[in-house]
C-alpha cells in the first residue's frame, strides 16, 4: 500500500496565484484532514471530511477552499496565494469508528513558499 | 487556540540516557496521542493512550496521563541515535476525530 500520497513535495508561487494540493490515500480511510506546519506552533488544523461529500473548516480555514469527491481523494486549493501561506502541508487520514481509533496516517508534506 | 504544549522544547541527551517529555492540553478529551517527525519527513503515529487510562507501555516508549492535570508525558528509554526527531502529543474530543496538535519537542540524541 502506498497510504497517504501528497503532490508536489515543493512549489514557489508569486502572491496572488492559485493552486491544488493534492492528496491520495488508497487505506479507505473515511477521515481525511489537511493541517499546515510552521516553525514554533506545531500542526494547525485547515479543513477535514469525514467521508465523500462532506467537508467542514478547522481552525485556520481563510484562504483555502476543499472538496471531497471521492473516499480516495481530498485535494486542497489556495485561490489566491499570499506570503503569509507559505508554510508546510501535511494531508492525513485515518478511520473514523473502531478500535483503531482516531490514528492519523501522514502524508510526506508539501513545501510551499509564496513569494 | 486548543493547541496543547510541550515541555521542554528541545532536549538533547547522551546514548543510552532515558528523555522525557510532557505535554498539557486545554479541554476535555477522550484519548491522547503521540507522533514522531523525523527532519524533513510526516508524523508517524507512536502511541494511544485513553481517557481511562493512566499508562501505557510500547517497547521503550512509556506513556503516562493525567486528565485532572490535563497533561502526559512520554519517556523513551535507552534512548539511541536514531531517536533523533521531533515529538508532538495530539489531543482528541470526545466524538470527534479531529487532532490537536501540541508545538512539539525536539530530541536530540548524542551517540
Known amino acids: 500500500n502506498a497510504g497517504v500520497t501528497q503532490t508536489p513535495k515543493f512549489q514557489v508561487l508569486k502572491t496572488g496565484q492559485s493552486m491544488t494540493l493534492q492528496c491520495a490515500q488508497d487505506?479507505?480511510?473515511?477521515?481525511m484532514s489537511w493541517y499546515r506546519q510552521d516553525p514554533g506552533m506545531g500542526l494547525r488544523l485547515i479543513h477535514y471530511?469525514?467521508?465523500?461529500?462532506?467537508?467542514d473548516q478547522g481552525e485556520v480555514p481563510n484562504g483555502y477552499n476543499v472538496s471531497r469527491s471521492t473516499t480516495e481523494d481530498f485535494p486542497l486549493r489556495l485561490l489566491s496565494a499570499a506570503p503569509s501561506q507559505t508554510s508546510v502541508y501535511f494531508c492525513?487520514?485515518?478511520?473514523?469508528?473502531?478500535?483503531?481509533?482516531?490514528?492519523?496516517?501522514f502524508g510526506a508534506g508539501t513545501r510551499l513558499s509564496v513569494l | 487556540s486548543q493547541q496543547g504544549e510541550e515541555d521542554p522544547q528541545a532536549l538533547s541527551i547522551q546514548e543510552g540516557e532515558n528523555a522525557t517529555m510532557n505535554c498539557s492540553y486545554k479541554t476535555s478529551i477522550n484519548n491522547l496521542q503521540w507522533y514522531r517527525q523525523n527532519s524533513g519527513r510526516g508524523l508517524v503515529h507512536l502511541i494511544l493512550i485513553r481517557s481511562n487510562e493512566r499508562e501505557k507501555h510500547s517497547g521503550r516508549l512509556r506513556v503516562t496521563l493525567d486528565t485532572s492535570k490535563k497533561s502526559s508525558s512520554l519517556l523513551i528509554t535507552a534512548s539511541r541515535a536514531a531517536d533523533t526527531a521531533s515529538y508532538f502529543c495530539?489531543?482528541?474530543?470526545?466524538?470527534?476525530?479531529?487532532?490537536?496538535f501540541g508545538t512539539g519537542t525536539r530530541l536530540t540524541v548524542i551517540p
Open positions: 487505506m479507505n480511510h473515511e477521515y
Open positions: 495530539a489531543t482528541a474530543q470526545t466524538g470527534a476525530n479531529n487532532l490537536f
Open positions: 471530511s469525514v467521508g465523500a461529500g462532506i467537508t
Open positions: 492525513a487520514s485515518s478511520y473514523s469508528k473502531g478500535t483503531a481509533g482516531n490514528i492519523q496516517y
